[in-house]
């Protein structure tokens, strides 16, 4: 992590079209994809939950849609801040931007809906279909550019000849970059894990001494 | 403002959003805790 904070700030050249603001990106792309990693494997568990009933599997999906959600939470903020000096606004309805503001809202929604069930099984058998449902919008959103033609810049692979990663050390960074984001991801999700499964041991005790 | 300004502000954000992300994860780890002596009393 500290190794890519350094390329960014200091090694990294300035790209020739967005100056300085562009080296957001280095954080911002590997945060969007980490979320949406995050969310695609909360579809899978889920999937894995309602064909098994597997507590591990729903502490799996519990654990990717809460750090997915505060990655998808931090692409917004830093893409509203890279979007300032670049485009002169905080925000515009840009069909990827809106598409990412649905998947916030999606994911949102899927960990208010376990929160307000409290461990209800129904409850956790219908978030579970919402964490399947709304991964169907990582595509739509991926493919967003091309499909509504947005003004979402494509950072890695850019067809304007003076854009996107051209130099070795900018290639370098982006990828020491996303190895710091998906240990990060990977240990934040871990940790939230493990808390999950000793709440549900917990909350099993809890039963287990009222029964007593 | 600068592109540099802005730079600070976004990875300023992203740790700062972190912060606090792991506060309340910590949170969550002494409520358990509190919880689990409570159990074994």
């Known amino acids: 992590m500290l190794a890519a904070l350094l390329m960014i700030f200091f090694v990294v050249p300035n790209e020739k079209i967005q100056g300085v603001a562009q080296r957001i990106f280095y954080f911002h792309v590997h945060l969007a994809w980490m979320a949406f990693g995050g969310f695609v494997f909360v579809a899978a568990t889920s999937a894995w939950y309602l064909r ?37 606004v905080w925000w515009t309805w840009d069909p990827r931007l809106t598409m990412t503001v649905v998947l916030w809202a999606i994911y949102a929604a899927y960990l208010m809906l376990r929160r307000l069930g409290q461990g209800d099984e129904t409850i956790t058998r219908y978030a579970a279909v919402l964490g399947i449902v709304g991964v169907l919008d990582i595509p739509i959103l991926v493919l967003a550019i091309r499909l509504w033609r947005g003004i979402h810049p494509a950072v890695v692979i850019s067809e304007d000849p003076e854009a ?21 991801f990977t240990w934040l999700v871990s940790l939230r894990a493990r808390f999950a499964a000793i709440d549900d041991a917990v909350e099993t005790l809890h039963l287990e001494k009222e029964n007593q | 403002m600068t592109g540099i300004d802005y730079l600070g502000y976004a990875y300023s954000a992203i740790w700062i959003a972190l912060f606090f992300y792991l506060v309340a994860l910590g949170r969550k780890a002494s409520k358990l805790e509190d919880e689990i002596k409570e159990l074994r009393k």
Request: proline share 3%.
């Open chain 1, 164 to 184: 996107g990663l051209k130099d070795p050390t900018m290639i370098w960074t982006f990828v020491i970059s996303g190895i710091a984001l998906a240990l990060l």
């Open chain 1, 52 to 88: 098994t009933g597997s507590a591990r599997a729903d502490q799996l999906a519990h654990a990717n849609a809460e750090v997915g959600l505060v990655f998808t939470t931090l692409v917004l903020i830093t893409g509203a801040i890279w979007a300032r000096p670049i485009w002169g």
